[in-house]
């Protein structure tokens, strides 16, 4: 049990490093496409939502055993479209930073992908597939990770922020690993461990870089950009 309560508040590190790395891009977003600060704003309320369910939820089973299905179901219903509003508000500050116009509401699209994500796992649910939403709403997080991260690396880049772009890579690679792993049935005690050490890294590495390209947008933008 000690081992156990152990890896469930070694779990809840990465979430800390994730907190910090999601409000370095709010702020990025802010000064260079203010009409998506909403758009970035509430996927960072999603996405740490679910971050902190599923911390709450390792650490409910350490101590009393059984689950709760409702914390268990807030980290993929919760973090797949808190992704995709944050991937979609950082394309639009890598499209104003290349000096496009981009003239549609920054809710649509990343609204429409969501409830398309959300109704397909509802539907498949409720026809005999209980098992399926789990792994197509994670996969949603995993795409709207990487468009997240692929936005940042160009930004980054334009910046000459190498080691950023290096560690927005690894968040990539990061998650795509963690997104195989946690879908292997077995979780011996080592393979946990392992998990809980790659996404400490993989978020710490996120929270850096996105700290580094922030920080490198304020000094030439300045603390935000005209509406």
């Not at 156990?4 to 496409?33: E, M, N």
């Not at 549609?104 to 498949?124: C, E, Q």
């Amino acid at each position: 049990m000690v081992l156990s309560i152990a890896l469930a508040l070694l779990d809840c590190v990465p979430v800390f490093f994730l907190a910090l790395g999601l409000f370095f891009l709010a702020q990025l977003v802010d000064r260079l496409d203010p009409r998506s600060r909403r758009v970035a704003l509430s996927g960072f309320v999603l996405i740490l939502l679910g971050a902190l369910s599923r911390a709450s939820s390792n650490l409910l089973i350490a101590f009393s055993g059984p689950d709760v299905p409702l914390l268990e179901a807030m980290p993929q219903v919760f973090g797949g479209p808190g992704y995709v509003l944050m991937a979609a508000a950082m394309l639009r500050c890598r499209a104003s930073v290349r000096a496009r116009t981009v003239r549609r509401d920054p809710w649509i699209v990343p609204t429409l992908i969501s409830w398309a994500f959300l109704l397909t796992g509802l539907y498949l649910n409720s026809t005999g597939h209980p098992g399926v939403w789990r792994p197509l709403l994670a996969t949603l997080a995993f795409l709207g990770t990487v468009t997240m991260a692929l936005a940042a690396v160009d930004l980054g880049l334009r910046r000459q922020l190498h080691v950023a772009a290096l560690l927005f890579a690894f968040l990539m690679a990061s998650s795509l690993t963690l997104l195989a792993l946690r879908s292997v049935t077995a979780q011996p005690v080592l393979l946990h461990v392992f998990e809980a050490i790659l996404s400490i890294a993989a978020q710490a590495a996120f929270a850096f870089g996105s700290w580094r390209v922030a920080a490198e947008y304020r000094a030439r933008i300045g603390p935000t950009a005209p509406e």
